[in-house]
């Protein structure tokens, strides 16, 4: 059984990750099973809202050969909440595989918007198993694909940093109705039972966190 604390993060994009002191979810998640489905081995949920920024800068000193590095784009503040990892879980590397993998999620979740759909999108990339759905009315947003991607990017590359421990579940919400959620892990080790939504503690995101572009 897990016992997990949540911690509240800010990305930084190019000073790194400060955290809050960490806090005890709500007891309907700690460690119970939810609709008869076994916890991930860690959940997350990015915020990403405001004005957009260039982030070619960090992106360019990992990826110098890639044109396409100086669109991408994220939203500030990205407010990223952390669970704790089960302890029992296997980790991989995925930094030779980050670039590629947060681009081919970005494009699975911005096309599920632009055609509204609310049903469940499983896949393969590299190696690494996801699965991804959307709420909210119309199951739509706003964010771009270049923003989409961005943000997966840093938070595999900062917030994990390069490192995927057992099957994980991120929550992604861009103001409005929508909420993303996507659960992915390593092939060997992913849980395509492992709950993933919004019964998670998500809620210690929703107040704590400061603004680390400014």
């Known amino acids: ?7 509240i993060l800010t990305l930084n994009i190019f000073y790194g990750l400060t955290s809050a002191q960490p806090s005890t979810p709500p007891s309907s998640t700690l460690g119970q099973p939810i609709e008869g489905q076994l916890l991930p081995d860690g959940w997350y949920a990015i915020h990403f809202d405001g004005s957009e920024e260039l ?13 396409t590095t100086k669109t991408l784009v994220v939203r500030e503040p990205i407010k990223v909440c952390e669970s704790g990892l089960s ?3 296997q980790c991989a590397t995925i930094a030779q ?3 590629t993998i947060s681009a ?25 198993k996801y699965e991804y759905y959307a709420t909210g009315r119309n199951c739509d947003t706003t964010a771009q694909q270049d923003t989409i991607h961005g943000a997966l990017y840093h938070f595999l590359a900062s917030v994990e940093k390069n490192k995927i421990c057992g099957t994980q579940c991120l929550s992604m ?42």
């Open 173 to 214: 919400d861009h103001g409005g109705t929508w909420e993303g959620y996507l659960k992915f892990g390593k092939e060997e080790w992913y849980d395509a039972n492992a709950y993933c939504g919004p019964r998670l503690s998500f809620s210690p995101c929703a107040s704590g966190g400061n603004n680390s572009f400014k």
């Open 1 to 7: 059984m897990r016992f997990p604390t949540v911690s």
């Open 97 to 99: 595989f980050a670039y």
């Open 87 to 89: 302890k029992m879980a």
């Open 104 to 128: 081919g999620i970005a494009g699975v979740v911005w096309g599920q918007s632009k055609k509204k759909s609310c049903s469940k999108v499983k896949g393969t990339l590299d190696g690494w």
């Open 55 to 67: 982030i070619s800068a960090a992106l360019e000193a990992a990826f110098p050969d890639v044109n």
